[in-house]
């Protein structure tokens, strides 16, 4: 069978990591969150106190820092971890996840030097095919020729509830209206800003979860990636 690159994108409590990693386990592809880069960059500016308005330092910082994602680890995976994080060789994988860094990797993701820096990264990692992609922009400028796309979306009051009860389990103490106003800020960033924009590629499959579970999502992308597969070894086979 030939091996897909899929795109996930949506906006923030989508279920994108969630749902990416389970499909990646089922299809044993490899999984990587894009947001996890732009987030490890986002900590290095914040400990180093670089304005996130100074784009240019910003851009030598993107170039100068190396950043590493390695599969999760399953004690790491009931804390919510994704992918490992290295920044420069120093494990970030929980102190990425706060929301001071989500708020200031979203600022940082709208400068254009930047994500180029971070795009070329993705796409030779995801060169080789086999891959489950999750991010904002994958399926629009990352891998625009991606075999299978997946806008994945959940209405603002379920997508704030699923955030809110992942800070209940790191005890970080925010009212669910506090996180409600802070994903509907971020995606307003994500969906607004003039490069790559949050946005549904014109040939991406809207799936809403709203009223599915992880486990019911996963399974419905894996029978599209089946579908897909078989298309494709057909095609090839006609070709031949
Ligand atoms: O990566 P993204 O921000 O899109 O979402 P996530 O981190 O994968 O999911 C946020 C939380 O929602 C996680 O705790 C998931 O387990 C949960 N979730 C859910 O309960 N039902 C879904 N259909 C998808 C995610
Ligand atoms: O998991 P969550 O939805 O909170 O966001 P994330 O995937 O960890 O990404 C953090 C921020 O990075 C997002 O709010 C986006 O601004 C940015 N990002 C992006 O611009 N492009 C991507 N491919 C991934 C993330």
Redesign the pocket.
């Known amino acids: 069978m030939p091996k897909l690159t899929i795109a996930i994108?949506g906006?923030?409590?989508?279920g994108?990591?969630s749902v990416a990693r389970r499909v990646a386990a089922l299809l044993e592809y490899s999984y990587l969150?894009?947001?996890?880069?732009?987030?490890a960059l986002?900590l290095k500016a914040l400990e180093r106190k670089v304005p996130l308005s100074d784009e240019g330092r910003l851009e030598a910082l993107a170039k100068e820092t190396q950043i590493e994602l390695k599969p999760p680890i399953p004690e790491l995976e009931v804390t919510g971890a994704k992918n490992r994080v290295f920044l420069d060789g120093r494990e970030v994988t929980r102190e990425i996840r706060v929301v001071e860094v989500?708020k200031a990797?979203?600022r940082?993701?709208?400068i254009a030097a930047v994500?180029r820096v971070l795009v070329a990264e993705?796409q030779r990692c995801g060169s080789g095919g086999g891959i489950v992609m999750?991010?904002?922009?994958?399926g629009t400028v990352?891998f625009p020729a991606a075999e299978l796309k997946i806008f994945l979306d959940a209405s603002p009051e379920v997508r704030a509830e699923r955030?809110w009860q992942e800070h209940q389990e790191k005890d970080e103490r925010m009212t669910l209206a506090e996180v409600f106003d802070e994903v509907i800020e971020?995606d307003k960033?994500?969906r607004e800003r003039k490069v790559?924009p949050?946005v549904r590629a014109k040939d991406a499959v809207l799936v809403d979860n709203t009223a599915m579970d992880v486990e019911e999502t996963a399974r419905l992308i894996v029978l599209l990636a089946q579908e897909r597969e078989k298309e494709l070894t057909a095609a090839t086979a006609k070709k031949g």
């Open positions: 994108d906006p923030a409590g989508s994108k990591s969150d894009s947001g996890a880069m732009y987030r986002a989500g990797a979203s940082l993701a709208a994500r993705q999750e991010g904002r922009d994958i990352v955030r971020r960033r994500d790559s949050l």
